[in-house]
């Protein structure tokens, strides 16, 4: 049988994978990806922009993303009914990080951004404005996810050490 210390253990270290995960993701794109796609022709960056928003829809991303926001949300449930003090805030506050910063700025900022991007053309010449636009604002929330869950991540460990001294 797994006790609620186990458990709460399993939670937080499955959290810290997706964290770690999303992180990396989330880090080439603001690196490297949205660097290489602004110095293509407008055309061409919408194009392979809209054909990543379409591809990272797949059930990987998906257990990874939403599957963190649940280990996430019950690892903060496991941590106010632990009876625990050491290391618990650590723990919740990296859970909230990724809730907040990560999951929360996804689902209102960048999808709806991405959304918006899919339905223009890329040869249209006036999707070279909202091209633009699009690079400089979804990339700057991006930097908010990737430092949000790269955060979370070191908070869920500093957390899951507290928790074992």
């Known amino acids: 049988m797994l006790s ?4 709460l253990f399993a939670l937080t270290f499955l ?4 964290c770690g995960l999303m992180a990396g993701l989330f880090f080439v794109f603001s690196v490297a990806v949205m660097k290489a ?3 293509l022709p407008s055309a061409q960056g919408i194009a392979a922009m809209q054909s990543i928003n379409v591809a990272i829809v797949n059930p990987v991303f998906l257990a990874v993303f939403f599957g963190t926001a649940a280990a996430c949300t019950l690892v903060i449930a496991a941590s106010l009914l632990s009876g625990r ?10 859970s909230i990080l990724y809730m907040v910063g990560t999951f929360l700025v996804t689902v209102v900022f960048n999808v ?3 959304n918006a991007l899919a339905s223009v ?9 909202l091209w633009a636009s699009y690079l400089d604002k979804w990339t ?3 930097h908010v996810r990737t430092i949000s869950a790269f955060a979370a991540m070191a908070l869920l460990i500093l957390g899951l050490c507290c928790e074992r001294t």
């Open 112 to 114: 709806p951004k991405n």
């Open 4 to 7: 609620s210390d186990h458990l």
């Open 15 to 18: 959290a810290i994978l997706g």
């Open 121 to 129: 053309s890329p040869d249209d010449p006036d999707s070279s404005i």
């Open 85 to 94: 003090e050491s290391g618990v805030v650590y723990l919740i506050l990296g």
């Open 140 to 142: 700057a929330w991006n």
């Open 37 to 39: 796609f602004a110095r």
